[in-house]
Each structure stands twice: as structure tokens, then as C-alpha cells.
């Protein structure tokens, strides 16, 4: 065998995989598609830390309040900038009100805590800035934010020191069974191991062909990411549901910037995400 351990794709998930198994007297490398790790997903990444109150299922609610508890530990070990700043739920309306208190009795089930359903006037005391229509919202105290590039560099820097191969600019063929292991074919190289952890998503191979896998289709999210220099007055991630599951995601970036998500029920193309984010950086210059 090449390797005891090939672990597929070099952004957060991946070189975390790879410092944790670098603790073990293992055989160990990672492959890469890019020039660099973290140049991917990592690098776009919205940087939210959930509580796992927002998770539709709570297998993924619980890894969440085991990460989030995880994370003053992590980033204070790898001096990684990383802030709980809450996020706020707006509801607008009734049906929004409706929506939050679902939420809500699925945390409480879930044992989150520091989580609560708040008033409009406790929503102007923890965010003064806001503006519009504000009903009821549903407050998470320990969500947090968190510099993801930085914090898979970190992973990756002592992985790397602790004997972890790097494979960059290696794109990942097909994956098949041996009598003894797994082949992973790439468009440099053939490697042998006997586990294979793969994290890049959305990927299949010929070990998957006797899988039936029904793929659900995502939704259509545009970011819009604003520079340091527009700076505005919340200090709190604001999640605004709309109809049919559409919504509008705003985080405050440790940089000073800020990040703007819209999910719509159908894609926006280019043209319409110019003018929601026209819209969205007009309303966002009224709270400066």
C-alpha cells in the first residue's frame, strides 16, 4: 500500500481530517484539485459557526453544538480569530412567527442553549441599527463567526509537520475497489491505501456505481460580499425568512466587512443579483 490514509480535497474539512489522523502513527496524504489548499470553498466560505438550531436534522444538529462547543479551544490553540456575535431570526409577519417557534421547540428538544424567542424591543436593544418591520425573533446567543482560510491553514501547516503528504494540483479520476484496499486514480498518479476519506461533495465513482443515491437539488444562493470600507451597524448575523423557503442571510465578517446571502426559489442570474444587491446595499447605507 501507498498509504494508510488518502484524504480527498484540501479545504477546511479536509485539512482538519488530516491534522486529527496526523496525531496516529499513520501513512497519510492529501489530495488537492487546486495550486494551494483552501482555495476553494474555504475561501468563500460564509465563516457562520451554527449552534444547530438552524439544521433541518438533528444528526447535523449535533454535530454542530459538538463543533460549536469545540471552537474557543480550537481557535485559541491555533490563535485564530473567531467571535461569538449571536444571529437573530426575524420574523415579519405571522407566518415568520410561526416559522421561528418551530425552530425554536426543535432547539429546546435538542438541548441548545442560550436561545430564546425575543420581543420587537428586545430586538432593537441587542441590534439598534435595524430597521423595518420586526414582529418577534428567535435569538441564538452562541452562534459565532470564525476566519475559515486561516483556520485550515492552521490544521494543514501542523498536518504537514506531523508527516502529512500534499498532493496539490492533483484532480481526482475514479476511486475502485481491490482485492486489498482502494485505488485512487488521479490525472498524475495511482495511489493504493486502504481507507479513503473523501470530502469534496458532489463527486461520484466507480466504488459508487452500486449505490443508488437520489441527489437533492440545492438551492439557489447568491453572496455578495461588501469591503471593510462599507462598514455598517449591525453587529449581529441577521437571517430574514421569506416565502417558499427564500431568504436573506447578512454576517458581519471579523475583517469589519460584510457578507450579503440571497436565496431565491428560482436562480437570479446575473442581472437580478445586481439588482437584489442594489437593493440590499440600499437598505444596509440607511443603518450607517
Known amino acids: 500500500m501507498d498509504y494508510d490514509v488518502l484524504v480527498l480535497g484540501g479545504g477546511i474539512i479536509g485539512c482538519a481530517v488530516a491534522y ?32 444547530g438550531s438552524e439544521a433541518e436534522d438533528d444528526f447535523m444538529a449535533a454535530l454542530e ?15 485564530v480569530p473567531f467571535k461569538r456575535i449571536g444571529s437573530l431570526t426575524i420574523a415579519e ?17 435538542r438541548g441548545i442553549k442560550d436561545i430564546h424567542i425575543i420581543d420587537d424591543k428586545a430586538v432593537k436593544d441587542i441590534e439598534p441599527g435595524i430597521e423595518g418591520e420586526v414582529k418577534k425573533a428567535l435569538y441564538a446567543r452562541n452562534t459565532g463567526v470564525v476566519c475559515p482560510y486561516d483556520l485550515a491553514i492552521a490544521y494543514a501547516e501542523i498536518a ?13 479520476l ?11 486514480i488521479t490525472n498524475k498518479n495511482k ?30 444562493i447568491t453572496y455578495i460580499s461588501l469591503e471593510n470600507k462599507f462598514r455598517s451597524k449591525l453587529s449581529n448575523i441577521l437571517f430574514t425568512s ?5 431568504f436573506i442571510l447578512h454576517t458581519p465578517s471579523l475583517n469589519g466587512g460584510n457578507l450579503i446571502g440571497i436565496c431565491e426559489e428560482k436562480p437570479l442570474g446575473f442581472h437580478n443579483a445586481v439588482k437584489s444587491s442594489s437593493r440590499i446595499i440600499k437598505d444596509l447605507t440607511k443603518m450607517m
Open 191 to 220: 495511489f493504493s491505501c486502504k481507507v479513503v476519506i473523501n470530502t469534496i461533495p458532489g463527486e461520484s465513482y466507480s466504488i459508487d456505481n452500486h449505490k443508488f443515491t437520489e441527489k437533492k437539488k440545492g438551492r439557489d
Open 93 to 109: 409577519d405571522d407566518e415568520g412567527i410561526k416559522f421561528i417557534e418551530e425552530k425554536y421547540k426543535k432547539a429546546k428538544k
Open 242 to 246: 421569506r416565502k417558499n423557503d427564500n
Open 160 to 172: 504537514f509537520d506531523n508527516g502529512v503528504s500534499f498532493k496539490l494540483e492533483e484532480v481526482v
Open 174 to 184: 475514479d476511486i475502485q475497489k481491490m482485492a486489498k484496499g482502494l485505488k485512487v
Open 20 to 51: 486529527e489522523l496526523s496525531k496516529y502513527n499513520l501513512n497519510i496524504a492529501l489530495i488537492e484539485k487546486d495550486f494551494d489548499i483552501a482555495d476553494d470553498i474555504s475561501f468563500v466560505n460564509t465563516s457562520i459557526v451554527y449552534d
Open 65 to 79: 453544538i459538538l463543533g460549536n462547543s469545540m471552537f474557543d479551544d480550537i481557535t485559541k490553540k491555533f490563535k
